[in-house]
């Protein structure tokens, strides 16, 4: 089956900071979390409101980018097309220092793999052609 | 004659509604021969029947929430002649058991006597993740988690089995066992779909799906429907069986309840939340607990659930489960009808139905004596709900 991305309103600063390319027109995708613009918490995945202070006021940052692993799946066989034939690939659920975490697909070999150890984040095409977060190691 | 202390602080709604009726298709596997809604209906008419209620006085229902059996349907087909209430309740597995406090509540408020649960499902509506993308509480993971490669429910369930690992030493042995256990109830019940005994050294031989899950961590996908009927005490003295008094009933959701990746303890479902609050309800505690029905989608979620009942200390659920515990005989028998994992997915319905016939006596892998039981439900990134059911 064919999945339709979907692009939420609430989110469309996320996915056009995925989507930024430079001068010259090549991929310069950047991760964008939401920091609240008026008590400074850091929240993912996008909303409109903050759940610590309630405000909407909301600025649009990159995260430092460097986090550390917290748990990982290995998946051997998708159902997304994009993915067909690509497995087995280890998506990484990572800690940044910000306070949330990203999900993304761990690009580098797995060796190693071990909760903790440090992941630097990158915004590279994914398999659906659309820019994502994915995990080099550190 | 009550084992349990009378002092305790028990909720007014404690025994306000009973468990009058269960009813069940055959199960299978594949595509069935009938649509969802027939099955549905063949479900809840073996349900009223059961109560011995007229279809006709059913005048609250609670379908599951997939639309597949409408509450206009049920007016059709039922001939249903005032029906007051209708909800669905949308927290995917967790929906039948908390379905039970819509139900008692509804019942409680003077608003219903007979309340109507059904689900079921045809086996032709696609892939999993297809389906759950369709659905709101879908709508994090399907924008943000899907495009990076995380669509089916093993795929976002197994970081959290993970970091139980990673926390606790769990190992993919320790979930060998509830496997065991399940299909072990599964092959001496007539409507189980997987009846063939397998061993922890045939789940260890299992293939991976997505680590640490392997195939017999993975529940089934089935056809069939089941149903449960909910009525007031004063209306169920005159049921076709004994009913089945309703203790307490509870949901718990957890926190960041759209997104796993973001909760602050990925080893820490809603039912956490609603656990103690149903125990206090209901005035009883683990240890009068004679048989359980654990929400089993995959067999963490089993051994996670086992702790935030409190049935153990969280992280010692791989320890819990094993030498045979949760079969008949061991010390918490759970899921004496092969559960999700062996009998069939009907989203935890089929559950509430097995543990009611425990209660009655009537349970193809009865439980001797069993008088007081719980059953769970888990669903969609973690939402909980437990009732306790019995005599006590």
Redesign the interface.
């Known amino acids: 089956?064919s999945?339709q991305?979907?692009?939420?309103l609430d989110?469309q600063p996320y996915w056009d900071g995925l989507a930024e390319t430079g001068a010259d027109g090549a991929p310069a995708g950047r991760l964008l979390v939401q920091r609240c613009r008026s008590c400074g918490k850091h929240r993912?995945?996008?909303r409109p409101l903050c759940p610590a202070c309630h405000s909407f006021k909301v600025d649009w940052v990159p995260p430092s980018g460097v986090g550390q692993v917290?748990?990982?799946?290995?998946?051997?066989?998708?159902?997304?097309p994009a993915?067909a034939g690509r497995e087995?690939?280890t998506?990484l659920?990572v800690d940044l220092p910000e306070g949330?975490?990203?999900?993304?697909?761990l690009v580098d070999a797995p060796e190693g793999l071990a909760?903790g150890r440090p992941v630097r984040v990158a915004v590279e095409r994914?398999?659906?052609g659309?820019p994502?977060?994915v995990f080099h190691w550190a | 004659m009550s084992r349990l202390s009378s002092g305790s602080a028990a909720s007014p709604l404690r025994g306000v509604a009973a468990i009058t009726g269960v009813g069940e298709t055959a199960y299978g596997r594949g595509p069935a021969e009938r649509s969802s809604l027939a099955l549905q209906l063949e479900a809840a008419l073996a349900a009223v029947r059961d109560a011995g209620v007229d279809p006709r006085d059913i005048d609250g229902v609670i379908p599951s929430a997939a639309g597949t059996c409408i509450a206009e349907d049920l007016v059709e087909n039922f001939g249903i002649r005032d029906l007051r209430f209708s909800a669905t309740v949308p927290m995917g597995g967790a929906s039948p058991v908390a379905a039970l406090q819509t139900a008692q509540a509804v019942i409680a408020a003077g608003i219903c006597r007979h309340v109507l649960l059904v689900l079921g499902r045809d086996g032709r509506a696609?892939?999993i993740?297809?389906r759950l993308?369709q659905t709101p509480q879908f709508?994090?993971v399907?924008?943000?988690?899907?495009?990076?490669?995380?669509?089916?429910p093993v795929?976002l369930y197994?970081?959290?089995a993970?970091?139980h690992m990673?926390t606790y030493g769990t190992t993919s042995e320790d979930l060998a066992h509830i496997a065991v256990a399940m299909r072990h109830h599964a092959s001496t019940h007539p409507n189980a779909v997987m009846r063939k005994p397998i061993t922890v050294a045939d789940h260890q031989a299992s293939?991976?799906?997505?680590?640490?899950?392997r195939l017999l961590d993975c529940s089934l996908e089935s056809h069939g429907a089941a149903a449960v009927l909910v009525s007031a005490r004063d209306a169920a003295r005159d049921g076709a069986k004994p009913p089945v008094p309703l203790l307490a009933c509870a949901e718990g959701h957890p926190d960041s309840p759209?997104?796993i990746?973001?909760r602050p303890d990925?080893t820490r479902l809603g039912l956490a939340k609603c656990a103690q609050r149903a125990f206090d309800l209901a005035g009883v505690g683990r240890a009068d607990i004679d048989v359980a029905a654990i929400y089993d989608c995959f067999t963490w979620v089993v051994l996670c659930q086992l702790e935030d009942l409190g049935f153990c200390a969280k992280g010692e659920g791989g320890a819990f489960v094993r030498d045979g515990a949760l079969q008949v005989g061991g010390r918490l028998p759970t899921n004496t009808h092969g559960g999700l994992l062996s009998q069939a997915h009907m989203a935890g319905m089929n559950h509430i139905v097995e543990l009611t016939r425990q209660l009655r006596g009537e349970a193809a892998n009865q439980v001797a004596g069993a008088r007081v039981g719980l059953v769970t439900g888990y669903g969609d990134m973690g939402d909980g709900a437990l009732a306790i059911l019995g005599h006590a």
């Open positions: 089956m999945l991305a979907i692009q939420s989110a993912h995945y996008p917290h748990s990982w799946t290995t998946v051997h066989r998708s159902a997304l993915y087995p690939f998506l659920t949330v975490r990203l999900m993304g697909r909760p994914g398999p659906d659309v994502q977060p | 696609g892939n993740g297809s993308r709508r994090v399907a924008e943000f988690e899907t495009p990076l490669g995380a669509f089916a795929e197994a970081p959290m993970r970091r990673l293939r991976m799906i997505a680590e640490p899950f759209s997104s990746t973001q990925l």
